[in-house]
Structures are given as C-alpha cells and as structure tokens.
C-alpha cells in the first residue's frame, strides 16, 4: 500500500469539505464519503493545498547550522559575488551538507519541489552541483530537487566558466542558468547567445538571473524574448527577478513575455523594484516566487518557508482582499509548478499526491498566520509533520 | 520582593555574558557574578533586549479571535474608512476585548510598550476609547499602553468629532492624533491648528499619520515643523507613516525633522515609498515602528510581533550587515522609547525591567530567526514565557 491513503474532511484551496483518495502515490479520487483504502488522515476541515513550489533558490550556499556568520560585506552586487567565492571553503559551506539542511527544512514548511541555482566557477568547478546533485539523489523520495547550473561569478568574463558550464550540464544540472548579461557579463549578445547554445545543445530549459534595472534591465529582456521566440523555447525559459518589470514605462513588456511564453520569478523584494504579480498575471504571464538565498553571505534574512514567501509577495504587491492573498499562494504553489513544466501537479484526479493540510478557516488566514503545523505529503506519503521532515537533515 | 530577580549569564544587546539584577522592578546592577536576590532566572547565555516597543497600533480595531473577515474592500483610503466604521457593530468588534487580545499577544511576542491609535467618530463616539483604556488600566501591571486619540474617518470634515477629541483628552487618551491634513482633511491649516490646540489645551503630545504622498506630504510636513517650533514642542511630535520621505527630492525635510525634534514611524511598508531609517538617523531624526492594524478590516497581515516588524523593516531598507540588522532591532525597541517620552528605559541601572530574552548567537539571527522562545519581562516580573502571556486573554 505504498502511497496510498485516505485524506478525510480536508477542504481542497479553502473550499467544501471533502475526502482525497491516493493510489500509488496518485490522487485517485476526490469526493466526499471515499471509501478508505490505506492509512486514514482524519483532515478535521484542514485546508489542503498542492505542495509549495520553491521555484528560485541556492541550496548550495546557506550556512544552516554553521556558526553566525558576521555580515560585514559591502553593498554591491559584485561585492556579495567575491566575497561569497573567495571565503567559500574558508566557511565549510559544503555544498552537499548545506544543501541537504535546507531542503529538508523547506521540505518541512511544504515545499515539495525546489529549483535550485547552485554556482559553477573557476575557483569551485562542480563542487556545488555535485554536492546538490547527491542531495537531490539523496532526497529524491521526499522532495524534488531540480538544479540550475549556475555562473555566479560571471561565464564568458571568467575563462574557463564556459566548459564548466557545459560539464555540469552534461553531468546532470537540469537547467542553464545566466546572469545579468549587460551588468555582469558587459556582453549581452555574448551573454546571451552562450546561454541559449548551452540550452539548444542540451535540450534544457533556461533560468536567468536578471537584477538589471530599468532600461538596461528591459533591453536585455527583450533579447532574452528575441531569442526564446526564434529558438521556439515558449515555456521553456524563466526570468529571475526581472527588477526591470517593476520600473515606470516597461508595460508593454508584459504581453511580449505572455506571447513568448517566459515565465517570472519573483521573490517580492521590499527594496527594489519589483515585477507586478497581478498585471503579469493579467496580461497573461506565468508568475513564480522563491525565497531566493537564505541564511548566506549574501542575506542573514529567509527560513525557506514558502508560504511566508506568499506573504511577503502580498505585502509587497499590496495584496489584502481574499481573493487576492490567494492570489500569492497560488503563485507560491501553481505557478512555480508551470513555471518549471512540473508534470501532474495540483489538487486534481491523476495528479501526484503532493498535498500539505495546514488548519485554517480560509487561505488568506492560511497565509498570514503561517502556522507550523503542517502535514506534508509527497507522492503520498507524510513526509515532514509539525516542521520535523522524515529524514533527519545532517 | 515583587519584582526582584536575578538574571543569570545573559548577554544584554548579545554582549559579553553577564547579570541583570532587578530590585523593586528596576536594574540595580550589571555584572558578572552579582549576588542572587529573589528569584534567579538562568539565562544560560541568552540575548536580553529591553522590551519591545509597539509605536504604532490600532488595538480597537483587529479581528482576533473572531470569525475570519473575508476582505472585498475596494482599493482607496476611504474606502477602508467608510467600510471599517460602517461594520464595525455588526462585526462585534468591541474595543475592549479585542484590545485585550491584541496586547497579551503583542505582550506574548515581547512588546513591553504600546501605542495604540484609537478611533474617534461621530458613530461611535468614544466607544473606542472607553474599551481600549479598560484594557489599559486592566493590564497596568504587564503592559504599558498609552493611548492617541485618533480622527480615523476626518475631523473638520465630519462636524462634532473635533468635540469628541477633546472629550476623549479630558478623559484620558495620553495623545492628541491628525489624519492627512491635505489629502482627507481638504484643509491643512485648519486640521493641524485643531490638532496642536488639542495638545496646547491639555499639555498632551501629538502623533500624525500622514499617508500623503510626494509634494503634497512633504507641504504638510512642513507645516508639522512648524508649528512644532512655534510651539516648543520639540521631541512630543510624531508623524507615523510619512510615505513622503522616502519620495525622491525631500532630503531636505531631514535635518528639518531633527532640528524640530520630530519623531518618524515607519512600519517598512513594503508596497509604499517609506521612509529610509538609516538616512533619518544620520540626520539626528528619531526613528521608531510599529506593526499598524493587525488582521484587521484594513488588511488581514501582522501577528503583533515587534521582532517580526524589525525583519520587515530591515528587508524594506535593505539592511544585510549584522550592524545594519541591528539598527532595525534598535528602532523596534529604543526608537519607539525616544519617540514616546518613555522614562527609565533600556538595559541600564536604573532602567525599568523591561526585558525580554530570546536565544541566539547574534542580534541579527534574533532578529531574522524569530524565535518563539521568548521569556519576556516587565518591571522584574515574568509577564509571558514562549508565547504565552500570564494573563489569559479574553
């Protein structure tokens, strides 16, 4: 009877109560009166929401359990990137450690899915996707763990970070990531067109970092649009930040991206601008959300808890009615599942049963009150209870 | 030997370890090794923090313990105000048991100090005020609450309200309240000569919110300054919100606020200009915060915690540096005592015992992890211990 069970009196997004039968591993059922086959879970009017999906992160670099690390970085992008890479090894951020810390911690807040960006330079070569991809072996019956190949450090300004690129992806990296192609790489076209070979020659979607603001921001989004139309990547590629959406004057991106099929991720930045999840969404574009670094050289802020994610993308797109907050959950959830082509996702017959009850009476409640008692189920099996996942992190 | 303890190995503002001794609810002494009088806590290397200051609430007005309120109000300010004092009956919002709530939980979170903003108007009269002073005499001995009798839905504009303020002064609220002087009041000079003659007539301090954005904010900001210095009434003045200031072109107003010895509150909004804690603090300006109105009819966000609110405040104005995350931590707490005029306060001899103590290595990890373990206490009495307040909330 692996995977399957019997969720009785949960309320799907907040709605009737109801019973989920799971097969396999599978929704088999939904209705009320299911007759129990398996383990019962007696729901008590829980809410039951899909698995959250943490559609942007980097598993590789926080410092869970590791001595305080004392900030005293300067405040540059570039400042962050050196630092982070030259203190590295120093710190004992062992990628493969690190990374199971924080998977099983997001496992135990709900999310059953997690793209991570994990770096890839020439001072690390593959230690980071390595040691993410042992984490996501490791893990693979609790939580699904998909990597970006990562060029943290800048590609085709660091000689050498090109083949590195090329090797991770040939060793398993599902992604190709890329980074801010004027700002960083001082090459867009350069950038770019590196980027989209490595995804042609691979057969692999494309995630890029983009913090570029303004005009800069859109004018490389525009060459990131060029190129997913000419290649035929619709739904295949994700903006990451895309702080350039959130300036005054950059609205007639919205239905190009839409037409194109490129996702946003979001992580609802407070300080910067930041994509408008309710006008993306009405113009058509698939949004996401992550929690992005945590714990890090970068940031002290985060605990990888995707619906405070939801939270904080409500707060900053000013979500209060119901429907609304919803709104950011479903980001947080439905969307980082298109986002990254997650087959079977969602509260529907054939789906995977991934599912976490939380008691609520609504999900606007749900949301605001984050409450740690939850019940994460994946494939259909309870995988983390109360914030305690199954598997002890190391 | 009320209110006499000894708190052991604790580490004031995560500090050396050292004793706290409290004699008659004050600090008698700081020091490795003091002699244990009353009670001895163990502190086993804790952080200790004075308490948290609340600046900014609306303790009449949340919904806790009530069915949830499905939000479906429309987007304007007035929209919220006409919805929020046209329901409020039917709700049962009743002022003081829902005071009473709202400060045992804010008190569980830490918060040894709260200003609440309490609404008056033509349809309710001073029913707000009547509760919320019931809650603060009940909770006298575990919570300091001073009250700002607030014109929430205008007061020129809304004939008899400007009667009911007085009413409401002579009757105790510590703290005379404006509103948007341009923006709702339709006449500036008009609403602040009301306000400052409230507070010239009863020798009370004032507190403004000023939502008013850009040019216009900062033309009612300056009339603040100077009516604030015609009247000496530097270091009693107030302006929450104050979105204005974080509008590009108003670093003037800056070294005005400080010369005029006005205090700014800010909750870090994350969808609003606000303004930028650090830039006003190296500008001499007293900075504090508050979480507003909580789970309210406004907006279903907060929980009350003022370690909550310094995250929020320190992710809106981009503090990553552990000094900086500190600074967010020193608004939540020291700020709010500046701005409020609260005597004997901090972790000195002399001070009040209002501490709180919360496990961690730093006081950023504090402050980013939000630990629920908190032993908070008030005038050298234990008021609430992981989340539990010792006085059971209505």
């Known amino acids: 009877m692996a995977g399957t069970m019997l969720l009785r009196d949960v309320r799907p997004w907040g709605g009737a109560v109801t019973d989920i039968a799971v097969v396999d591993g599978r929704i088999a059922g939904i209705g009320a009166g299911l007759t129990a086959q398996g383990f019962v879970i007696e729901g008590r009017g829980r809410i039951a929401i899909p698995g959250l999906v943490e559609a942007h992160t980097h598993l590789d670099k926080n410092m869970l359990g590791l001595p305080w690390y004392?900030?005293?970085?300067?405040?540059?992008?570039?400042?962050?990137?050196?630092?982070?890479?030259?203190?590295?090894?120093?710190?004992?951020?062992?990628?493969?450690?690190?990374?199971?810390?924080?998977?099983?911690?997001?496992?135990?807040?709900?999310?059953?899915?997690?793209?991570?960006?994990?770096?890839v330079d020439t001072d690390h070569g593959l230690w980071?996707?390595?040691?993410?991809?042992?984490?996501?072996d490791r893990l693979r019956d609790v939580v699904?763990?998909?990597?970006?190949?990562?060029?943290?450090?800048?590609?085709?300004?660091?000689?050498?970070?090109?083949?590195?690129?090329?090797?991770?992806l040939a060793a398993g990296a599902e992604v190709v990531g890329g980074l801010d192609p004027c700002a960083i790489e001082r090459d867009p076209k350069g950038h770019l067109d590196a980027v989209f070979a490595l995804a042609q020659k691979h057969g692999r979607p494309v995630d890029i970092h983009l913090h570029e603001p303004g005009e800069m921001g859109a004018f490389s989004m525009e060459l990131i649009i060029e190129r997913t139309r000419a290649l035929g990547m619709q739904g295949r590629v994700v903006v990451s930040h895309a702080f350039c959406l959130g300036a005054p004057g950059q609205e007639h991106l919205f239905a190009a991206l839409a037409e194109a099929g490129i996702a946003i991720m979001t992580t609802g930045a407070a300080s910067r601008p930041v994509p408008p999840v309710v006008a993306l969404r009405?113009?058509?574009?698939?949004?996401?959300?992550?929690?992005?670094?945590?714990?890090?050289?970068?940031?002290?802020?985060?605990?990888?808890?995707?619906?405070?994610?939801?939270?904080?993308?409500?707060?900053?797109?000013?979500?209060?009615?119901?429907?609304?907050?919803?709104?950011?959950?479903?980001?947080?959830?439905?969307?980082?599942?298109?986002?990254?082509?997650?087959?079977?996702?969602?509260?529907?017959?054939?789906?995977?049963?991934?599912?976490?009850?939380?008691p609520a009476e609504s999900v606007a409640e749900l949301v605001v009150a984050r409450t740690p008692d939850r019940l994460v189920i994946k494939r259909g099996r309870i995988v983390a209870e109360g914030g305690v996942p199954s598997i002890a992190p190391p």
């Open 282 to 358: 009405a113009a058509g574009v698939v949004v996401c959300a992550g929690n992005d670094g945590i714990r890090d050289t970068w940031s002290p802020y985060g605990n990888g808890d995707m619906v405070e994610r939801a939270m904080l993308v409500g707060l900053r797109n000013n979500l209060r009615r119901d429907d609304e907050v919803e709104v950011a959950l479903r980001v947080c959830t439905e969307g980082g599942a298109q986002a990254m082509g997650v087959a079977r996702y969602g509260l529907d017959v054939g789906c995977d049963a991934d599912i976490v009850l939380m």
């Open 144 to 168: 699904d763990i998909e990597l970006v190949a990562f060029p943290q450090s800048g590609m085709l300004v660091r000689p050498g970070t090109l083949e590195l690129m090329d090797a991770a």
């Open 128 to 136: 980071g996707i390595e040691g993410v991809m042992q984490t996501r």
């Open 70 to 119: 004392r900030n005293e970085v300067g405040p540059r992008l570039i400042d962050k990137i050196d630092n982070e890479r030259l203190n590295k090894r120093r710190l004992d951020i062992d990628p493969a450690r690190q990374s199971a810390r924080q998977a099983l911690g997001s496992l135990a807040h709900g999310s059953t899915h997690i793209r991570s960006h994990v770096d």
